[in-house]
Antibody
Framework: QLQLQESGPGLVKPPETLSLTCTVS??????????WGWIRQPPGKGLEWIGSMYYTGNTYFNPSLKSRISISVDTSKNHFSLQLNSLTATDTAVYYC????????????WGQGTMVTVSS | SSELTQDPAVSVALGQTVRITCQGD??????ASWYQQKPGQAPILVIY???NRPSGIPDRFSGSSSGNTASLTITGAQAEDEADYYC???????????FGTGTKVTVL
């Protein structure tokens, strides 16, 4: 059973950089059947797609965040990471990682999410 | 980027049928997937590729699509179906993704 687990700091100061890692267990990140994505949800609000990546390193970003984000993969550790810079309070959210299965064209497995608060 | 619009809230009597819609230009080209999210929990996939259910999702959940609108129907709603529901699809340029604005379903 494949599982995803987010890890990272719960509190970050503005305008620092947020770094989150999603560790994949029970399966390989190096599969041509999947993309791997980051999604966030501010308190009381809806879901926002941040970006996705392929195990080869190809990345796709939300245009509204593109200038501030990077996503990378470490296949040797079976994890992928998100960096979001120039943080403000509006970046406070639960951050989820998820697997997108190409044949489904849908995010079929999600991590439990990690709450990140941006505050001085 | 594209936008996907959903009604903010709908209610349904226990055992009755409710349909949730998702509208957006990208749905003319790509299928929507649907996610159920209960308070404090991660979303779970309930419908993908227009009308396919992952293993473990009850068959009272079904999907459809026409033009720029995708729909999720719950036939015989149960108390445990009370949740927020989000649609998701590719962006118009196909390289990105976009989520709908979300619909809160209340089971009366």
């Amino acid at each position: 059973q494949l599982q995803l687990q987010e890890s990272g700091p719960g509190l970050v100061k503005p305008p620092e950089t947020l770094s989150l890692t999603c560790t994949v267990s029970g399966g390989s990140i190096s599969s041509n059947n999947y993309y791997w994505g980051w999604i966030r949800q501010p308190p009381g609000k809806g879901l926002e797609w941040i970006g996705s990546m392929y195990y080869t390193g190809n990345t796709y970003f939300n245009p509204s965040l593109k200038s501030r984000i990077s996503i990378s993969v470490d296949t040797s550790k079976n994890h992928f990471s998100l960096q979001l810079n120039s943080l403000t309070a509006t970046d406070t959210a639960v951050y989820y990682c998820a697997r997108l299965t190409k044949s489904y064209d849908a995010f079929d497995i999600w991590g439990q999410g990690t709450m990140v608060t941006v505050s001085s | 980027s594209s936008e996907l619009t959903q009604d903010p809230a709908v209610s349904v009597a226990l055992g009755q049928t409710v349909r949730i819609t998702c509208q957006g230009d990208s749905l003319r080209s790509y299928y929507a997937s649907w996610y159920q999210q209960k308070p404090g929990q991660a979303p779970i996939l309930v419908i993908y590729a227009k009308n396919n259910r992952p293993s473990g999702i009850p068959d009272r959940f079904s999907g459809s699509s026409s033009g720029n609108t995708a729909s999720l129907t719950i036939t015989g709603a149960q108390a445990e179906d009370e949740a927020d529901y989000y649609c998701n699809s590719r962006d118009r340029d196909s390289s990105g993704r976009v989520f709908g604005t979300g619909t809160k379903v209340t089971v009366l």
